[in-house]
């Protein structure tokens, strides 16, 4: 148990420092194979099965960062933390204290510190690029919760215009019926990551209100897209940059 919080320990600390993200499934696998690994090697006197307890333990943590030298740099860093909390660990079983205690409360706290400053980045996200924006088509309006996205580059091939996307679901109560048959629906290309260019199913609304505090921006010349997916649980809408400068 103790090998193993520390094994546990050792490799979230090293993922910081290398800005790996480690899912938690993730952590509690290599930890364990860690925790295995580190068994080995001290109870072994053997210089060979010491080696290939390390070798053992760096081939499973290759997979994480696919790269030699950051497989590396993660090994070593993973080693350098948990020989230092090893000797730690020893200290305070040698004065009478119970060091998985300290252990197991400090992952806990950090865990909690970890949620908390996640949702403090999330907040401060939202305030900072979250946008309240009415839709308004065909004399029909519906406000929706947008975010800034920096890398929309979307617009209209033939008018020019930005292109702003929102969820079907967040828009369906004010299209109209046979929507999808208009003639003056826009089309308008996309290219996803990794896959094939496709497109969006668009219109052109009769004007957009973009909220940010107290100051509203008044759009006309913009389309608006429509996806089937859902973007985010925070927001229904993402914008453009260009959406903003052509108020």
Request: hydrophobic residues 50%; aromatic residues 18%.
């Amino acid at each position: 148990m103790g090998n193993f919080i520390l094994s546990y320990a050792a490799l979230t600390f090293a993922a910081k420092v290398l800005n790996l993200k480690l899912s938690f499934k993730k952590n509690l696998f290599f930890s364990l194979v860690g925790a295995v690994m580190a068994e080995v090697y001290l109870a072994w006197p053997y210089i060979v099965i010491k080696l290939l307890a390390f070798s053992v333990f760096f081939l499973s943590i290759y997979p994480l960062t696919k790269s030699p030298s950051s497989a590396g740099k993660l090994f070593l860093l993973t080693l350098a933390f948990f020989f230092f909390l090893n000797g730690a660990y020893h200290a305070l079983i040698s004065t009478g204290y119970y060091p998985e205690i300290f252990l197991f409360t400090g992952l806990i706290l950090a865990f909690i510190g970890e949620y908390a400053y996640k949702q403090y980045q999330r907040i401060v996200r939202l305030k900072k690029y979250g946008f309240s924006l009415e839709i308004i088509y065909l004399g029909e309006k519906v406000t929706v919760q947008s975010f800034l996205d920096t890398g929309n580059r979307l617009s209209d091939p033939q008018l020019g215009w930005p292109v702003v996307v929102v969820e079907y679901r967040a828009v369906k109560k004010i299209l109209p019926d046979g929507f999808f048959q208009r003639k003056t629906l826009r089309r308008i290309p996309f290219r996803g990551v990794g896959r094939e260019q496709g497109f969006f199913w668009g219109f052109i609304p009769d004007e957009l209100k973009i909220w940010k505090d107290d100051e509203v921006i008044r759009v006309k010349q913009a389309v608006v897209a429509i996806t089937f997916q859902s973007l985010n649980s925070d927001f229904q809408a993402l914008l453009s940059e260009e959406i903003l400068k052509s108020a």
